[in-house]
C-alpha cells in the first residue's frame, strides 16, 4: 500500500511517499528557517504564505524521487493538528483536492501520532504496548500506547515543552535559530556537570521546565556581574543535561512502573544527541527495547504522517468529506479520523 504523507502543521512544508507503512520510497522537505530567522522563531502568516509556495514543488519532488504518479497512490495521509491553523488549512486543501481528483482515500492525521509513528520507519510495524516519551516545539509528555492504539498520559510539561526551552536558552545565549540543535552542537565541547541546575518535579511524571530556564538565565548573569569568564559549551551542556536527566529518569520509571517492555523516543528533540546516547545506556541497563527514529525523522516530516495514517487506511479507517483542522488535538484524541470544522 502506497500512502503520501503530507506536513505542513509548523514551519517545514514537507511531504513523502511511504510503502506498506514502514518503507520510505521519498522523503522530501522544504525548510522555510531562512524566512523565519530574521524574527527568531515562527510567525505564522509567513508560515502559511511559505507553504502555499513551497508544497507543489515540494509534491512534485516527492512524487518523482519516489518514482510514482499520482494514480499509484492507494491512501493520502494529511496533518490535520495540532498546530498552526492557517498553515494546516494549506496541507489540508492540497491533501483533499489530490483525494479528489483521484479518488483515492483520504485520512486525517494528529501530528502527535505521527512522531511516534515515525519510530515504524526504522523498526517495522510497532507492536504495542510501549511508553512513549514525545519532545517537540510544542509538546512534552510520556505516554502509554496499548495495543488498541490508544495514548493514556501519564505525565506532561506543567509549563514550557523541552524543544521551547530549548529555544529559549539558545536565543538567550545568542546562538542561532533554531537553538535545540546549536545547543546540542556547542553542549559537545562543554562540561555537563559544571552547573548543577534544578532538575524539578523529581518523583513524578509530569515535568516543569520554566524553573530550568530561569536558574540558568540567572546563572549567566552572575557569571556576568561577577566579571567571571563565560563558558558557553558548559552553561548549555549542564542545561542540556538537566533535560535528559529528568527526561531518562521519568520515562524508565514509567516503563518499569507499568511493566512495558518498549519505549519510544520521539520528537524534535529525540534528534538530541546526548539524550540518545542516554536513553541507549538506560533501556541497555533496564533490559529495556528502545525505538527511536534517526535523527532526520525525529524533527517534522511527511513520511511520519504516511507511517501513521498507514494504519488507519489499512483498518479501513477513512476521513469524512469536511474534514477540518483543529489546532488543538492531544495525543489522547487521537481516536478519531476527524470530521467537522473541529
Ligand atoms: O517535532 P519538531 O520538529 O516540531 C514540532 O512539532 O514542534 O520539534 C522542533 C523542536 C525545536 O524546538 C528544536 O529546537 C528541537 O525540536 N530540536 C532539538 C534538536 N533538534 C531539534 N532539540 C535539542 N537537540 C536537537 N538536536
Ligand atoms: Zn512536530
Do not use: W
Request: net charge negative.
Amino acid at each position: 500500500m502506497l500512502v503520501l504523507g503530507i506536513e505542513t502543521s509548523c514551519d517545514e512544508t514537507a511531504a513523502a511517499l511511504v510503502a506498506d507503512g514502514t518503507v520510505v520510497r521519498s522523503n522530501v522537505i522544504g525548510s522555510q528557517v531562512e524566512r523565519h530567522r530574521p524574527y527568531g522563531g515562527v510567525v505564522p502568516e509567513v508560515a502559511a504564505r511559505a507553504h502555499l509556495d513551497l508544497l507543489l514543488p515540494v509534491l512534485d519532488r516527492t512524487l518523482v524521487e519516489g518514482g510514482a504518479r499520482y494514480s499509484d497512490l492507494d491512501g493520502i495521509a494529511v496533518t490535520r493538528g495540532p498546530g498552526l491553523v492557517s498553515a494546516l488549512l494549506v496541507g489540508l486543501a492540497a491533501a483533499k483536492s489530490l483525494a479528489l481528483a483521484g479518488d483515492t482515500p483520504l485520512i486525517g492525521v494528529n501530528h502527535l501520532e505521527g512522531h511516534i509513528y515515525a519510530t515504524q520507519l526504522e523498526y517495522g510495524l510497532l507492536e504495542p504496548p510501549i511508553i512513549t516519551l514525545l519532545m517537540s516545539g510544542g509538546h512534552t509528555s510520556i505516554a502509554l500506547l496499548d495495543e488498541g492504539g490508544t495514548f493514556e498520559t501519564i505525565g506532561q510539561t506543567v509549563d514550557d515543552a523541552a524543544g521551547e526551552a530549548f529555544d529559549k536558552i539558545a536565543r538567550f545565549l545568542g546562538l542561532d535559530y533554531p537553538g535545540g540543535p546549536e545547543i546540542d552542537k556547542v553542549s559537545r565541547d562543554g562540561d555537563p556537570t559544571a552547573i548543577r541546575f534544578p532538575r524539578a518535579m523529581a518523583g513524578s511524571f509530569d515535568f516543569s521546565l520554566s524553573g530550568l530556564k530561569t536558574a540558568v538565565i540567572r546563572e549567566l548573569r552572575r557569571q556576568e556581574a561577577a566579571g567571571e569568564h563565560l563558558d558557553l559549551p558548559s552553561v548549555a551542556a549542564s542545561f542540556q543535561e538537566a533535560i535528559v536527566d529528568v527526561a531518562v529518569d521519568k520515562t524508565v520509571r514509567a516503563a518499569l512502573s507499568r511493566g512495558v517492555e518498549q519505549i519510544a523516543v520521539a520528537g524534535g528533540v529525540a534528534a538530541n544527541s546526548r539524550l540518545r546516547a542516554r536513553m541507549v545506556e538506560a533501556c541497555e541497563k533496564e533490559g529495556l527495547r528502545l525505538l527511536t527514529p534517526s535523527p532526520a525523522l525525529c524533527t517534522d516530516n511527511g513520511a511520519m504522517i504516511a507511517a501513521a495514517g498507514y494504519n488507519r487506511l489499512v483498518q479501513g479507517q477513512r476521513s469524512p468529506d469536511d474534514l477540518g483542522v483543529d489546532p488543538s488535538l492531544t495525543l489522547e484524541s487521537s481516536g478519531s479520523p476527524g470530521g467537522g470544522q473541529g
